[in-house]
């Protein structure tokens, strides 16, 4: 049987079964209902923040939240990132302006940060990656001594603190992805932590066209409500999300034992003051050390019926979509980082004895 790089958390079939049972029963299927009101406060309380707007997926949260600040000109951010990240920047007709990542915990190099402000930054949009958080005291007084507005990706982090206080209660706002394949998931949602309500006010026109009553539209909107059912899977999930958090560590502690120390090999930093969700599991490979490639080992892996995967390759700025527009050597370390990191399967119900098989395969590919 394959083994993915991800496989989605789900609470059990009755478990799911009983908490849909009451939309049977009122046909309430979207437009906030019960479910998506009490799933909106549940996270509230989970992760610390003050407000929360929900989404029908991360890239609606990032992209109307952009659009919800009515920004002009440049955004700096990261292209050591999914897509979406750019993608909702350039879909607000705003720049992304790209700066170079730490090559230790692969987010927004702040020593290069400050260099790439101009009369037209705007914003900072900095990632958090594979669950290590972004220099966030640093990217603060920039702001503040600039004047910008921050957005975190935060698609990496759910469930993580930064000296206890939860990751979304950071930044001017952050945003949440809860794809299946995340480690908190509602199916497909996302979600906005801000903390202006008036702010909220603007987000909830924009997911849901403005409207205001039956005969009343104040704002152009768009549609970007979660459903019943994915709220519904999210306040199952968000039962056990810790349980299946320190499943995932354990998954994660086996990975060292074996690779750790290993030449040729770098793996994950540990953050100080950060409580870790073990979101991936990334392995960089130097292949003069190790004896083999980055795509050596990818191939070796998946002939044993395992699916790693090159996360993040390529970079955002290298997309046929913006051909021509970005020179790559401007992100060398990014660039460097991209050919030779592997996420390894990584979720809460992986077996132990699959992991070592893992590494089994992958010290193998020595020479």
Not at 299 to 314: M, Q, V, W
Not at 346 to 360: F, G, K, M, N, Q
Request: include cysteine; aromatic fraction near 10%.
């Amino acid at each position: 049987m394959m083994i993915n790089v991800t496989r989605s958390s789900m609470p059990s079939m009755d478990e799911y079964v009983n908490e849909i049972e009451s939309v049977w029963n009122s046909h309430w299927l979207t437009n906030m209902g019960p479910k998506h009101m009490k799933f909106q406060t549940s996270l509230k309380k989970y992760l610390g923040v003050e407000n929360v707007e929900l989404f029908t997926n991360g890239h609606m949260a990032l992209e109307l939240t952009l659009q919800a600040m009515n920004l002009q000109g440049e955004v700096i951010t990261t292209p050591f990132t999914f897509a979406s990240t750019t993608h909702a920047i350039v879909r607000n007709n705003l720049t992304p302006v790209f700066c170079d990542i730490d090559p230790v915990t692969y987010t927004m190099d702040v020593e290069k940060l400050e260099s790439l402000i101009t009369d037209y930054t705007c914003a900072i949009m900095p990632v958090h990656v594979y669950g290590n958080i972004c220099n966030i005291e640093e990217i603060e007084r920039i702001a503040r001594k600039y004047e910008l507005k921050v957005i975190y990706d935060a698609a990496h982090t759910f469930g993580e603190t930064y000296k206890g206080k939860g990751i979304g209660s950071f930044g001017d706002v952050s945003c949440f992805s809860f794809h299946a394949t995340k480690v908190f998931n509602s199916i497909e949602g996302g979600a906005t932590c801000y903390r202006d309500k008036r702010f909220g006010d603007v987000l909830y026109d924009l997911k849901n066209f403005g409207i205001h009553g039956p005969e009343e539209v104040e704002a152009v909107g768009a549609n970007a409500k979660m459903n019943e059912f994915c709220a519904a899977m999210g306040l199952c999930n968000l039962k056990h999300v810790d349980e299946e958090i320190e499943k995932r560590k354990t998954v994660a502690e086996r990975y060292r034992e074996h690779l750790e120390g290993i030449e040729g090999i770098q793996l994950n930093v540990s953050q100080k003051d950060v409580k870790s969700n073990y979101a991936y599991f990334p392995v960089l490979f130097d292949e003069k050390q190790f004896g083999s490639s980055r795509a050596e080992v990818f191939d070796r892996l998946a002939e044993n019926g395992i699916s790693a995967r090159k996360y993040f390759y390529p970079l955002t700025n290298t997309f046929s979509a913006f051909h021509g527009m970005y020179d790559v050597r401007k992100t060398p370390v990014a660039l460097h980082i991209s050919r030779r990191v592997l996420t390894l399967p990584l979720y809460a119900d992986l077996a132990l004895e699959d992991v070592d098989r893992i590494c089994e395969i992958i010290l193998g590919c020595r020479k």
